[in-house]
Nanobody, 128 residues
């Protein structure tokens, strides 16, 4: 069983930065693909960024790839989402997710249905 706890959300102004953290329990963290997803009010949850266990592969959605960076520290069992130049449209609940399967790592890093474990989410609100 893996437990994920996000932190670092808050209320910021447009143009500010935030760094979200996702602390994981369990022994499979270093082999797990970590994904970040978000859900804005009235919208479906969407992919933000993902990083493989060795950090050899990272992906970010086109809407954020010039502003957000995903990283991880396997020694600390923690994944991070650095968000710069935040916009009001980035307002959402941000979730981290984990999955240790080969299929997710190679083929499905952006698909929320492939992730087995989820955190409770952290709210990010960007004011204009």
């Amino acid at each position: 069983q893996v437990q994920l706890v996000e932190s670092g959300g808050g209320l910021v102004q447009a143009g500010d930065s935030l760094r979200l953290s996702c602390a994981a329990s369990g022994r499979t963290f270093s082999s797990s693909t970590m994904g970040w997803f978000r859900q804005a009010p009235g919208k479906e949850r969407e992919f933000v960024c993902a990083i493989t266990g060795s950090a050899s592969i990272t992906d970010c959605a086109d809407s954020v790839k010039d502003r957000f960076t995903v990283s991880r520290d396997n020694a600390k069992n923690t994944a991070y989402l650095q968000m710069n130049s935040l916009k009001p449209e980035d307002t959402a609940v941000y979730y981290c997710a984990a999955d240790a399967t080969y299929y997710t790592r190679i083929y499905a890093r952006t698909r929320e249905g492939q992730y087995a474990y989820w955190g409770q989410g952290t709210q990010v609100t960007v004011s204009s």
